[in-house]
Structure formats: C-alpha cells, structure tokens
C-alpha cells in the first residue's frame, strides 16, 4: 500500500475547491459522468485505432443509490487506470487526463467527443462527499487499484480485487448533502445534464411486458444519439418535430420550422434551433436554448453567445468551442464567441430566405409568429438586417403581403407627395383607425399593418436607409401632402360653411396636437378626419419604447 500526499502546491486545496470552485454543489454529478463518458470513449477510440485489443462491447454507465450505507456509486466499463495512473491522473490536481489524451492522440482523436479539460472536475465529489474512493481496472490487465481520500491532503493507494474493466468511484456523502442520496434528486440531475450524452446511463430497473413476458429491464435515461448529432440528410420532419418535443416535453404546439446548424471551421458548433409558435401567454421567453459541451448540458442561459434577437427561438446548441465559467463580458470580448454568434445570424437569415423562396404562402402564413424576432433581429443586428431585405415583409390591413420592393412598386405612382418622397402608409390599429384606413383605401392607397411595439425604431432605420422614403401612419398629417387620384372631389358645403365647420372643430380639440383640414370625401367614408403630426405621435412612441432594447 502506497499513501502520500496529494501533489499541489497550496497546503489544504480541498476546502478552497469545496467552497469556490462550482457555486453549484449539484454539478459533482455531471462532472463524475463526463469523467466515466471519457473513459468510455478513450476505450472506443483505442479500439477503433487497434492499440486496445478487448472487445469494446456495449458498455453503459451506472449511477446508483445505496441509501442505507450513505453511498453514491458511479460506476464505468471504460479504459479504467492503472496504479501509476492513479498517481498520476488523480493524486495530481489541475493535471487533465483528457487533455493529455488528446494531445497523444491528436491525428485521431479530435473527433472522439473527449469531455474533460480542466483536470479539476474530479475534485468536486468533494463538495458532497467527505469521503471518496475510486476501485479501478485498467483494460491493460495490470491489477486493480483502491484509492481513498477523505478530503484532507493525504490519501492511500493500494492493490485489489477487481475483475472486470473499468472504474466505480465511490461518494461517501457528507451529512450536509444527503439530498444526494434522493432518488427523486438524482432523476432531476440526470436528467437536467445528462439526457443527451453519448454513452448509456442506467439508473435502476423498471419492469416491462406483460404476464410470462414480464421482465426487469435497466431504465437507461439518455438519449445517447439525439437529433442534433446527426446529419440533416439522415433526419425527417417528424424526426425533428419529435426532438423538439424530447427537449420539451411540456410544449404541445410544433414548433414552426427548424434550422440546423453544423459547422467545424473555423470552430466547432452543431445543434438546431426552433422557431415556436408563440401564443398569447409565453410571447416572449427567455433562455430557452440549452447550450451543450460534447452533448453534457451547461446552461439554458445563452445570452452573449446567441444573438439577442434569437433568445426567443428554442432548441440546442453544442459546441466545445464556447469558453465556460467565464463572465458575460468576457464572452462578449471573446472573437470566437463573436463568430459564434455572427455565423447563428447568418444561418438564421439563410434559412429565413430559402422559406420564403421555396414556399411563399406558407411562410406568409407563419409570418403573425416570427415578426418580431425579425423585426427585432433588422433593429440589432446589422449584418441580419443586410440580409433581411430579401425575406421580410410588411402586411397591408386587407392580408397582402409585400416585401419592401414590391411596396415601393405598388404605392409609387399614387403615395409620391410633392417633393418626390414615396409616403408607405401604415395603422397600427386596425379597429382603432379604422375611419382613416377606410378613407385611404378609398383613394387607392396601400395601408399596412405595423402593429408591433418596436415598429415606430424599425421605420426610422427603413427611412434612414432609403432615400425619398417616408412612413406615415394613416391618420398622420403627411397623408394630406400626397397627389390626389381624384382632384375634383367637391364639397357639399359652401366656403363659409367650412370655415365655419373647420374653427368648430379647431376649438374643441388642442391645436398644438393635431391638425384639421377640411376636405371632400366620398359618401362612404367619415364626415370628417383629423390628423396628428407625425413627428410629434413618433417623438412619443420612441420616448415609450425606448432605445429599441425591449429584450434588455
Ligand atoms: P479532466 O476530466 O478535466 O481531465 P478530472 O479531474 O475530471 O479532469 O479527471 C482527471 C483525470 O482522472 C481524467 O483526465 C482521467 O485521466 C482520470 N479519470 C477520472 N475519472 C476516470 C474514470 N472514471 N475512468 C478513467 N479515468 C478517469
Ligand atoms: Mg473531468
């Protein structure tokens, strides 16, 4: 028997690691099944390439509770670890294992799903543990190993009995974290980091089948081949629409459509995104898209990594490439992250015009769901809003849809007022104004329907970026400037009776605020319509929404 003492360089690291390594105490978990995944996959590799002569097999991980004796084992049939490695692996904090490995096996391993990199992740059973062993065979066939440490630099290494391949470490857990040794608990954590990893995690049995055919089977909860993981071509519709119901279980409506996102230069990233149907009580929620490492879950908090116009869309993103435990504002800083994010954008927008292009009707049909992010997405992002030009659209009150070109055709001849600036009309509420759409219809202009909060920040950037265009909303002053159809429309009152009519109405509304002018309309429309400045009514409505950031 070997004992000694743990090699780092500061005296007593365990009570440092036990308060602020993780804030979460519960990621012990996630970090002893990335560990067991690992030697799961070095296995396979080393099989694959001929340098391990076993049978690689079926291998599977085990979690399971032995409540009475207060443990928590983890057991793995990967490659396992010599004594010496022991020593050299574990006995030596902040030294990776895995870094080591890929290092070694550079040539071939990159593709192998290797988790681990910090070589610290061992170290958290501790934080609810106050003992842990570690029992391990290496598939070398030297003799197993037995290793305890109860948390203090000193721990003992000796030889045992184990005969098949792999490692069982064994938590001890502390009086402070018998939470742990909950079945309900672990379920949860399995659950929440571990429902995509690679290799099979059996936690108890269930029984299946019925009468004779009844039999005990292990209950796996991973999916260790989800959707994202495969090529688009292996995948159908409905594989897709099942995944999302995988991720979220309590999601009833289909999402819309789904892009799938796969790249791996100049950095690694796969996962697909959903664009959901929103309905009227989750309009927009946050933090729906889960980020993955190698397919172990890290958080649900994309911000800094996605662009804040896609948090609304759900789904998965997996990428090695996102440096984590790290602040939101490095993550802004970092350039990888930026490329993270740009290449998203630009994916995103891809998708957005080959739906258009392919299916025109279909993709109008889901446009009432996906406006705002795309109109978000044109406000705060310029590189999307290059792009934009080809897909999005702007909506008339009676459901035609045109995109930005088609309207500057359809309204030239008609909304051109006298200093050559094409005026696009617009309501943004349909009942509300409807007087005024009733009467701009009537003289043959196009009105759409902008009816989003953020429409007022939109229209300014349209404007800033076209030159001779101009927004007005349909009860606006500027209505009154446009070049008439019909020129010869003529009133039924004489000239004094509208004066008269008009200081009428000038005394009963404020005339700082709106503007009245008489003028004859046909017998279908009001008798008479006010208008509003437009700059004044814009003035307001972006002191209301303020600086575009309604996400923030
Ligand atoms: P990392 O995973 O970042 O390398 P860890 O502290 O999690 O660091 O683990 C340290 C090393 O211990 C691993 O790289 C690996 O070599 C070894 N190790 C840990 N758990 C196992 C296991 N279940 N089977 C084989 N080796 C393991
Ligand atoms: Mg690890």
């Known amino acids: 028997m070997t004992s000694g003492k743990i090699n780092v360089t500061v005296e007593n690291i365990f009570p440092l690691i036990k308060k602020f390594l993780y804030s979460d105490h519960e990621i012990f978990l996630r970090e002893l099944i990335s560990n067991a995944t690992d030697a799961t996959l070095k296995l396979k590799h080393l099989t694959s390439i001929g340098e391990a002569k076993v049978e690689y097999g079926n291998p599977i991980i085990e979690v399971r509770i032995d409540k009475e004796n207060k443990k928590l084992h983890i057991i793995d049939q990967g490659i396992g670890m010599t004594k010496e490695e022991v020593e050299k692996y574990i006995n030596q904090v902040a030294f ?19 988790i681990g990199h910090f070589g610290l992740g061992f170290y958290s059973a501790f934080m609810v543990a106050d003992k842990v062993e570690i029992f391990t065979k290496s598939y070398k066939g030297e003799p197993a190993a037995h290793w305890t440490c ?3 630099p000193e721990y003992s290494l000796e030889e045992t009995e184990k005969t098949d391949r792999g490692t069982e470490i064994v938590l001890h857990i502390a009086e402070d974290s018998t939470e742990f040794l909950e079945d309900y608990k672990i379920r949860e954590l399995l659950t929440k980091y571990n429902k995509f990893m690679p290799v099979p995690i059996k936690f108890g049995t269930h029984e299946e089948g019925e009468g004779d055919d009844k039999k005990t089977v292990d209950t796996i909860i991973n999916n260790p081949a989800p959707a994202w993981t495969k090529q688009p071509a292996d995948l159908t519709e409905e594989d897709y629409k099942n995944f999302y119901r995988e991720l979220y279980p309590m999601q009833f409506e289909d999402p819309l ?15 697909i995104l959903y664009f959901p149907k929103l309905n009227a009580d989750m309009q927009i929620q946050k933090d729906k898209i889960q980020l993955y490492q190698n397919q172990v879950f890290v958080t649900d908090n994309v911000e800094g990594i996605v662009p804040d116009f896609l948090t609304m869309l759900k789904g998965v993103i997996d990428s090695p490439d996102i440096p984590l435990n790290v602040s939101r504002s490095y993550l802004q800083a970092d350039g990888n992250v930026k490329k993270i994010s740009n290449y998203i954008t630009r994916k995103v927008a891809d998708k957005l015009k080959s739906l ?6 279909d993709f109008e049909s889901k446009w009432n769901d996906i406006k705002i992010v795309l109109e978000y997405g044109m406000l705060s992002e310029d590189k999307f809003y290059d792009k934009a030009g080809a897909f999005m659209l702007y909506p008339t009150v ?8 088609e309207l500057k055709e359809a309204s030239k001849e008609l909304q051109t007022d006298k200093d050559g600036n094409l005026v696009i009309l617009y309501a943004s509420n349909k009942d509300l104004q409807d007087s005024y759409i009733v009467a701009a219809k009537e003289k043959g202009y196009q009105v759409l329907l902008l009816d989003s909060p953020i429409v007022s920040h939109l229209i300014q950037k349209l404007e800033s970026d ?7 909303r349909v009860d606006a002053d500027h209505i009154n400037n446009l070049i008439k159809k019909e020129e010869n ?14 200081t009428f109405v000038e005394n009963i509304i404020p005339k700082e605020k709106y503007t009245v002018k008489l003028e004859a309309m046909d ?16 003035m307001k409505e972006m002191s209301q929404t303020g600086g575009g950031g309604m996400f923030g």
């Open 150 to 152: 109860d948390g203090s």
């Open 257 to 271: 459509f789904h892009i799938h996102l796969n790249v791996d230069y100049p950095f690694n990233l796969t996962g």
């Open 523 to 538: 017998s279908t429309a009001e008798p008479f319509i006010i208008t509003q400045p437009e700059f004044m009514r814009r």
């Open 356 to 361: 258009f292009n392919d299916n025109r009707a």
């Open 398 to 405: 009676d459901g035609k849809y045109y995109t930005l070109e």
């Open 489 to 502: 429309q003529i009133s039924k009152l004489s000239e004094d009776e509208q004066k008269n009519l008009q």
């Open 466 to 472: 076209n030159e001779k265009l101009t927004f007005a």
């Open 96 to 114: 990776s294992g895995a870094e080591e490995f890929l290092e070694k096996y550079k040539d071939t391993a990159k593709d192998a799903g290797i």
